[in-house]
């Protein structure tokens, strides 16, 4: 009947403005992402009393502490990341850097890791007074050459201009962690670019039936 009908494309063009809703608002989101935040300005010190201690009962659950480390490409940036979170939520736990990151390497104990953790003190041993690295930037940026994947900012790159990271059938959501990461991994700065991609990636055709539609 007509009037099933209307109802039946009435209802199916509300579907699509609620999904273009959320596609938007994914987009404003990646958008914010992207944009960098303005740090509000410092305010001027002021005396202040004496820091009195806390509470033990008022402090929450002790966050956990890194797994052993191997060396494993595919596990080093999960275990920088697990190192890098107990030092912000611990900092009080580390005077200056250099305890950081030696810390963090007492947990690199086998394999790969232990070996690499082995020239870092030989060096160290043989260089009275000197320390391996400057800081803990220094640290993280020589550790993620090591021990990332070799090769992830291509393979990104790749996956980026080809169509195999379009959306699909997948939710907004899924689509949008997977494009940042890749974006991440790929080393893209420039928004307009990644916006472009974005947009791109929401292609509601398949792979395939592009790769078909090109076909001559």
Same mark, same amino acid.
């Given at each position: 009947m007509e009037s099933e009908r209307i109802v039946a494309l009435e209802q199916a063009l509300s579907e699509l403005q609620t999904r273009d809703a959320q596609t938007q608002?994914? *987009?404003?989101? *990646?958008?914010?992402?992207?944009?960098?935040?303005?740090?509000?300005?410092?305010?001027?010190?002021?005396?202040?009393?004496?820091?009195?201690?806390?509470?033990?009962?008022?402090?929450?659950?002790?966050?956990?502490?890194?797994?052993?480390?191997?060396?494993?490409?595919?596990?080093?940036?999960?275990?920088?990341?697990?190192?890098q979170t107990y030092i912000r939520l611990c900092p009080d736990s580390f005077s200056d850097d250099q305890m950081k990151i030696v810390w963090a390497l007492s947990y690199m104990k086998t394999g790969r890791a232990a070996k690499w953790a082995a020239r870092v003190f030989r060096w160290e041993e043989e260089s009275p007074g000197s320390y391996r690295f400057v800081d803990w930037e220094d640290f993280r940026q020589e550790f993620k050459a090591e021990f990332s994947p070799a090769h992830t900012d291509i393979a990104a790159i790749n996956r980026l201009e080809s169509v195999s990271y379009f959306q699909n059938k997948r939710p907004v959501d899924e689509y949008l962690d997977e494009f940042l990461d890749l974006i991440t991994e790929a080393g893209y700065t420039d928004p307009k670019t990644i916006v472009v991609k974005f947009r791109r990636g929401l292609e509601p055709r398949s792979p395939e039936s592009l790769r078909a539609a090109r076909r001559p």
């Open positions: 608002q994914k *987009l404003d989101l *990646l958008i914010t992402h992207l944009t960098p935040k303005d740090r509000p300005p410092t305010p001027p010190k002021r005396d202040s009393p004496s820091p009195t201690r806390r509470n033990p009962a008022n402090r929450g659950p002790p966050p956990a502490l890194p797994s052993e480390f191997d060396g494993d490409r595919s596990k080093g940036m999960a275990f920088l990341r697990s190192c």
